[in-house]
């Protein structure tokens, strides 16, 4: 019986050549690829995003005299949840010239445990746009609230106006370029980790054990 013609293997591959070159690398030059790549990632994107503008104003509930002091902390807390609901955003637009549904991304509320007070926020790629809808969302809340001062016993008034930023509040390419250089290289350092035990399993894996180098020898 003669044996079956032994296939001739022919040159590796690109793809192989440039697998072994790779594992070739030493270790450390993955986290300086990760650095690298991203740290390069975060700076176009900082460069290519359009900077952000925000601007917040203030308005604040005050009890009348036959209230408890503490009862409009409760309704300013109430009040801030509803100020970016429709029924407040839906008068806010007209004033801020903007659709609602840009109010909705664009504003936040934000109350105090501690002071009748509510901040709102408006973020926009346009700083004069910014400040208008902060203060149509103030404007409007307050009109709002004031409708029912007679049951509530709280009165809402707009304590500062938001005006319009001078610099944007998002981060700079240098920031968001370090963001992602940190990043990078913390992806490069859990790839380096991963790597030798991968390593190490594949060459406990082409070992044979010695039972199957017995039955080797035993069959020669």
Same mark, same amino acid.
Not at 58 to 86: C, H, M, N
Not at 120 to 140: G, I, K
């Given at each position: 019986? /003669?044996?079956?013609?032994?296939?001739?293997?022919?040159?590796?591959?690109?793809?192989?050549?440039?697998?072994?070159?790779?594992?070739?690398?030493?270790?450390?030059?993955?986290?300086?690829?990760?650095?690298?790549?991203?740290?390069?990632?975060?700076?176009?994107?900082?460069?290519?995003?359009?900077?952000?503008?925000?601007?917040?104003?203030?308005?604040?509930?005050?009890?009348?005299?036959?209230?408890?002091?503490?009862?409009?902390?409760?309704?300013?807390?109430?009040?801030?949840?509803?100020?970016? %609901?429709?029924?407040?955003?839906?008068?806010? %637009?007209?004033?801020?010239?903007?659709?609602?549904?840009?109010?909705?991304?664009?504003?936040?509320?934000?109350?105090?445990?501690?002071?009748?007070?509510?901040?709102?926020?408006?973020?926009?790629?346009?700083?004069?746009?910014?400040?208008?809808?902060?203060?149509?969302?103030?404007?409007?809340?307050?009109?709002?609230?004031?409708?029912?001062?007679?049951? /509530?016993?709280?009165?809402?008034? %707009?304590?500062?106006?938001?005006?319009?930023?001078?610099?944007?509040?998002?981060?700079?390419?240098?920031?968001?370029?370090?963001?992602?250089?940190?990043?990078?290289?913390?992806?490069?350092?859990?790839?380096?980790?991963?790597?030798?035990?991968?390593?190490? %399993?594949?060459?406990?894996?082409?070992?044979?054990?010695?039972?199957?180098?017995?039955?080797?020898?035993?069959?020669?």
């Amino acid at each position: 019986m /003669t044996d079956a013609p032994h296939r001739r293997v022919g040159p590796a591959g690109p793809l192989a050549r440039t697998a072994t070159r790779v594992k070739r690398l030493p270790l450390w030059s993955l986290i300086v690829t990760g650095v690298l790549l991203g740290g390069l990632a975060g700076g176009l994107y900082g460069v290519l995003k359009p900077p952000q503008y925000a601007a917040t104003s203030y308005v604040i509930a005050v009890p009348d005299e036959k209230s408890d002091p503490s009862t409009a902390l409760g309704f300013a807390q109430a009040y801030g949840r509803v100020a970016t %609901q429709i029924a407040v955003l839906g008068d806010a %637009q007209v004033w801020a010239g903007v659709p609602v549904k840009v109010l909705q991304s664009s504003v936040k509320a934000e109350t105090s445990p501690d002071a009748p007070m509510i901040a709102l926020s408006a973020t926009s790629a346009r700083p004069r746009e910014a400040a208008d809808m902060a203060n149509a969302v103030a404007r409007a809340l307050t009109l709002e609230a004031n409708h029912t001062q007679d049951s /509530t016993k709280v009165k809402l008034l %707009q304590f500062s106006r938001a005006v319009k930023p001078t610099s944007p509040s998002s981060p700079s390419a240098v920031v968001t370029g370090l963001v992602g250089a940190s990043a990078g290289g913390l992806a490069g350092g859990l790839v380096m980790l991963v790597r030798p035990r991968r390593e190490r %399993q594949e060459a406990t894996a082409t070992v044979p054990g010695p039972a199957a180098a017995a039955d080797l020898h035993g069959t020669v």
